[in-house]
């Protein structure tokens, strides 16, 4: 059976694009709420493969998007290497703040056995999704996953680990190769499960000069494409470097990644003209349209599937899907992107 973001992925020109949205699997379902109450930590939560296969599939059921996103989060990975991590409501993720020192420490462990479970997941997902719906993989990229181990949670400017890249080069580049190898394990585990897609973001990849950008987002990006590769893994890979601006382009040369997933703050015209021809693109409808929805919801929709018409086209947000927008908000989308209406 035919997969539309696979046809997309390999370079095909459809005549309505397919559709799924980040975070589609999350708190605006009410389904997804009684779910995730039946099970007080967050990260044994993403760690419960017949759990994460439901809300991972819940999305799927009530809107029969064209892709289904693992359910899980891209703090998963600094367990592997002894890290320890956890969530605290109201306030997001929360980890032992990494100093240099630190890092000269630091060891990958057994990635499988750590992260076993969410393998597990993948195949749940392989066996269960539709058979036209196709099983995306995927990691927080190096940088945005050191930003949270520096900082020991979210952080606004990430002074700290901008601060560590100028202060102690070695320190980071190490931690970031680190990351990076244990993230191509984790991710072939994926692969190996059953995965059809593997998407990597980097959701801190803004506010930073070019040579910073190269070092710490486009060569760990390029050292687990090509880790991948070696590990004979042949799939497609989109890259995200949220708020990367027009080093998109740069990304989209030197990484080796097969597709890009854009922000909804690039603009789409330089994006048509800047970007490798041919090169699928996913995005980039704002968040907070959807959750405006009505007319302007209609009048967005169009316009992103008409500015990369010309183009293989993934219809998706720029950024993740907020808790507080409207299930029927999302039901208008779908209708939309499809031409249903």
Known sequence: MSKIVLDVLSGVIPQRPPVWLMRQAGRYLPEYRQVRATTNSF??????????????????????????????????????????????????????????????????????????????????????????????????????????????????????????????????????????????????MQANAGAEVLKLFDSWAEGMPPRMFNDVVIRPTKRIVDGLKHAGIDLPVIGFPKGAGTSYRAYAEQTGVTALALDHGLDAGWATANLPAGMPLQGQLDPAVLGAGGKELDAETDRIISAFSNRPHIFNL?????????????HRLVKRVRGTS
């Open 43 to 188: 990260i044994e939560f993403c760690l419960s493969p017949e759990k994460a296969a439901e809300v991972t599939l819940q999305p799927i059921d009530r809107f029969g998007f064209d892709a289904a996103i693992l359910f899980a989060d891209i703090l998963l990975i600094p367990m592997t290497l002894d890290r320890r991590v956890w969530f605290e409501a109201g306030e997001g993720p929360k980890l032992d703040p990494l100093s240099a020192d630190d890092i000269a420490d630091l060891e990958i462990g057994d990635v499988e056995a750590i992260l076993g479970p969410v393998g597990e997941t993948v195949s749940i997902l392989s066996r269960q999704l539709p058979g036209q719906t196709t099983l995306i993989g995927f990691a927080g990229s190096p940088w945005t996953v050191a930003t949270y181990m520096i900082e020991g949670g979210g952080s606004k400017d990430r002074w700290n680990a901008r601060r560590m890249y100028w202060q102690h080069p070695e320190a980071m580049e190490k931690l970031l190769d680190l990351l990076a190898d244990a993230t191509i394990r984790y991710l072939v």
């Open 318 to 330: 720029g950024h993740g899907i907020t808790p507080d927008v409207p299930v029927d908000h999302v």
